[in-house]
């Protein structure tokens, strides 16, 4: 079955830096992976979406990549600000689903 | 503008009781979907409604059930409450598949059962 895997330790970097969080997937090819941000107690906020035929998709200090040969997405946030802090979410469907499973998350902590 | 509606916030059911949630989605969107988030877990689906229809379901028990109105809000149902249903309950709405813009969430409802 398809699997879509976030590493589950929390990510603690110092602000200024840039953080990198990873998602892989097994089992299928999405067309399309997402990714949200979530704080405590609150929904999923969407922040990007990169297509399979994209290499690397930005907005403002968020830049997404998605490498179809090693199955995983990478989502960075240059500059990070402790106001940063929260879990972030990627999500993707297999093709011929639009339905997107969501991994589980991985926290980020960005200390002043 | 205002996002999607859940209500309420919080709730605190018993073991075999039945619970209704509600979901009030974007202005604009007419697609709403359902999920649970355990603690520490990321959201799982439950189902999908569209024109009042459920469009697809994820892996989860009859007892789980919905409803879309015309005016595209929607209820979550679940009858005879188990423990492990205590979690987060999202409505997410979209006014496509949601591929192309992403879901927008609700702030949830927090179920406890005890």
């Known amino acids: 079955s398809q699997k879509i895997e976030q590493n589950s330790e929390a990510l603690n970097i110092q602000e200024g830096k840039t953080a990198t969080l990873t998602c892989n997937y097994t089992n299928y090819s999405p067309a399309y992976l997402q990714w949200y941000r979530q704080d405590p107690g609150r929904g999923p906020v969407f922040l990007l979406l990169i297509r399979e035929n994209e290499k690397e998709k930005r907005k403002e200090r968020l830049k997404v990549t998605f490498d179809t040969t090693l199955k995983q997405s990478l989502f960075h946030i240059t500059a990070s600000q402790p106001a940063d802090s929260a879990t972030y979410l990627c999500?993707?469907?297999?093709?011929?689903?639009?339905?997107?499973?969501f991994g589980r998350g991985t926290s980020l902590i960005v200390h002043p | 503008d205002a996002g999607v509606t859940q209500s309420p916030t919080h709730l605190i059911k018993t073991r075999g009781q039945q619970v209704t949630l509600r979901c009030s989605p974007k202005?604009?969107?007419?697609?709403v979907s359902w999920y649970q988030q355990a603690l520490g877990q990321g959201p799982q689906f439950i189902f999908q409604?569209?024109?009042?229809?459920?469009?697809q379901r994820g892996n989860f028990p009859d007892r789980f059930s919905g409803h879309q109105f015309p005016n595209y809000s929607s209820e979550l149902n679940v009858n005879a409450l188990l423990l492990g249903d205590s979690a987060l309950y999202l409505c997410a709405s979209s006014s496509d598949t949601g591929t192309a813009r992403g879901y927008t969430f609700g702030s949830g409802t927090r179920l406890t059962v005890v």
């Open positions: 409604y569209y024109e009042e229809e459920e469009r």
């Open positions: 202005s604009g969107h007419d697609t």
């Open positions: 999500a993707s469907s297999d093709r011929g689903s639009y339905i997107p499973t």
